[in-house]
């Protein structure tokens, strides 16, 4: 069975310097998050991107490793980022990386998507989390 959390996030991106010196084109941050509501958690992961010339084009992704409390239950996994945007249509996927859940949240699985309104950073993630033993 599906489970729905919700909450809110902050997060941190901190640029990291060029591979190309002036090639502004790919980009690398790192990035903190702090989750709110039904997943309590940090995480910590790295972005890259790909900006065109076309203004509302580019493409993102990221890997980050979320620790914490889902569902009253401790423990850590991965989330995988594909972002893209198409002249201004966004599309972005983060899925859970297949069985990189650890201690409590071992055998997770889910999609998280991601709005933003007014500044303010929430997420919705559909999860599926085995029985307790």
Known sequence: MTTRAT??????????PPEAE???SLGRLTLDKQFHGNLQATSRGQML??????KGSAAYVAIEKVEGTLDGRAGTFI????GIMDRGTPALLVTVV???GTDGLEGLAGTMTIEITGGE???VFDYTLPSAL
């Open 98 to 100: 297949p069985d990189s």
């Open 7 to 16: 909450g809110t996030f902050e997060v941190k991106l901190v640029p990291q």
């Open 79 to 82: 989330l995988q980022h594909r």
């Open 121 to 123: 950073h929430r997420y």
């Open 22 to 24: 002036g090639d502004t």
């Open 49 to 54: 991107t790909g900006m065109t010339a076309t």
